[in-house]
């Protein structure tokens, strides 16, 4: 699945965030020096988020190795992400549905320690479904999201393009993406990530992959940011670059933030 977003950036000869390296002979798409300044700065725009909440559109279609239209799955999700310090919430309409329905007839809470197990499986597959919904959040939550981008793909992205686009009547920038590929029926895949400069919040993700049985698989995430806000930076006290600081776990009301203006 689409996990896009995003941390592990490689440049040449060098790895980033825990990604190995890759040198340019790998593929005949190398990575790109300005993509990868540009997309390290969007990491570390989205580590030092503490509060953030959108609404999105998720869009996929699965095609068969043959082409045959009847064989092609469509997939449609409108929802909402919400992040409060280490906490993350991924909400669909259908989600939503199944709570109202729910109601007063959920079941009584169980006893301390009862079914812990599986909890933490359950918990496991629900932050699988919510960062591949909404893969702009790995750079927040994910330790190498371009390693874990696709939990099918064994092979970490590499930033190989930047260019400046046209979304929504508005000058962003798109960063390009890209795994596999290195020889001709191979696995590979792109994703573009389309950037507000001014925010340096994510606002569209377009994915496209090819595997080597020959399915294909389009993704495309459009969002629509309502509130963020980051650590601060702190003032620096011996001539070096201001740092931002180290986000509190906890998401409280306590935690200083300095709000992103959304435009």
């Given at each position: 699945m689409l996990a896009v977003l995003l941390v592990g950036v490689v440049a040449t000869g060098t790895s980033f965030a825990g990604?190995?390296?890759?040198?340019?002979?790998?593929?005949?798409?190398?990575?790109?020096?300005?993509?990868?300044?540009?997309?390290?700065?969007?990491?570390?725009?989205?580590?030092?988020?503490?509060?953030?909440?959108?609404?999105?559109?998720?869009?996929?279609?699965?095609?068969?190795?043959?082409?045959?239209?009847?064989?092609?799955?469509?997939?449609?999700?409108?929802?909402?992400?919400?992040?409060?310090?280490?906490?993350?919430?991924?909400?669909?309409?259908?989600?939503?549905?199944?709570?109202?329905?729910?109601?007063?007839?959920?079941?009584?809470?169980?006893?301390?320690?009862?079914?812990?197990e599986v909890d933490r499986a359950r918990g496991a597959l629900r932050r699988e479904r919510d960062l591949a919904l909404a893969p702009h959040l790995s750079l927040r939550f994910l330790e190498t999201p371009l390693r874990e981008f696709?939990?099918?793909?064994?092979?970490?992205?590499?930033?190989?393009?930047?260019?400046?686009v046209r979304h929504e009547d508005r000058d962003m920038v798109r960063i390009e993406l890209r795994s596999g590929g290195a020889s001709p029926g191979s696995a590979s895949s792109v994703i573009g990530i389309t950037v507000d400069p001014d925010s340096m919040l994510i606002r569209k993700v377009d994915g496209e992959e090819q595997w080597s049985d020959g399915r294909s698989r389009s993704t495309t995430l459009s969002i629509e940011p309502e509130d963020a806000a980051v650590t601060p930076e702190v003032p620096s006290t011996d001539g070096e670059p201001d740092e931002p600081a180290a986000p509190r776990g906890n998401g409280g009301d306590d935690a200083p933030a300095a709000t992103i203006g959304l435009g």
């Open positions: 990604s190995p390296p890759i040198e340019p002979a790998t593929s005949p798409h190398p990575p790109s020096p300005e993509a990868t300044r540009f997309f390290e700065q969007l990491v570390d725009r989205y580590r030092a988020i503490i509060r953030y909440a959108d609404t999105f559109r998720f869009e996929q279609v699965i095609g068969s190795a043959d082409g045959d239209q009847r064989s092609t799955t469509r997939t449609k999700v409108a929802a909402r992400s919400r992040v409060e310090g280490c906490r993350m919430e991924v909400e669909t309409d259908t989600d939503r549905i199944w709570g109202l329905l729910a109601g007063d007839g959920s079941p009584d809470p169980k006893p301390a320690g009862a079914g812990d696709q939990s099918d793909d064994d092979e970490a992205f590499r930033a190989t393009g930047i260019a400046p």
